[in-house]
């Protein structure tokens, strides 16, 4: 069993900048990937970022250019650095975990209790 714990979440306003922390523990020493979704109102969760432990990232287009998520050395931890904020990024932010990986369309094994981000105009 694989827990996630989220931090890091608030209030910002257009343009500005927030930093998401997951630390994950366990049974499962090492993880072969980590990620972040999101779940706006009125919309589906979608994966926003993604990371191996190799270090391949992959991103939602919507983020591109913006959001960098990263992954610390010696543990099980990922961050996700989220500049030039948009009120549309508005969402509660889940981190997640899953052993063969993060794929679109296939739910994560592990999630953690999710992270409000809300940006104002």
């Known amino acids: 069993q694989v827990q996630l714990v989220e931090s890091g979440g608030g209030l910002v306003q257009a343009g500005g900048s927030l930093r998401l922390s997951c630390a994950a523990s366990g049974t499962i020493l090492s993880i072969n990937a980590m990620g972040w979704y999101r779940q706006a109102p009125g919309k589906q969760r979608e994966l926003v970022a993604a990371?191996?432990?190799?270090?391949?990232?992959d991103y939602a287009d919507s983020v591109k250019g913006r959001f960098t998520i990263s992954r610390a050395n010696a543990k099980n931890t990922v961050y996700l650095q989220m500049n030039s904020l948009k009120p549309e990024d508005t969402a509660v932010y889940y981190c997640?975990?899953?052993?063969?990986?993060?794929?679109?369309?296939?739910?994560?094994?592990?999630w953690g209790q999710g992270t409000q981000v809300t940006v104002s105009s």
């Open positions: 997640a975990a899953d052993f063969r990986g993060l794929r679109v369309g296939v739910p994560p094994l592990w």
């Open positions: 990371i191996t432990s190799g270090g391949s990232t």
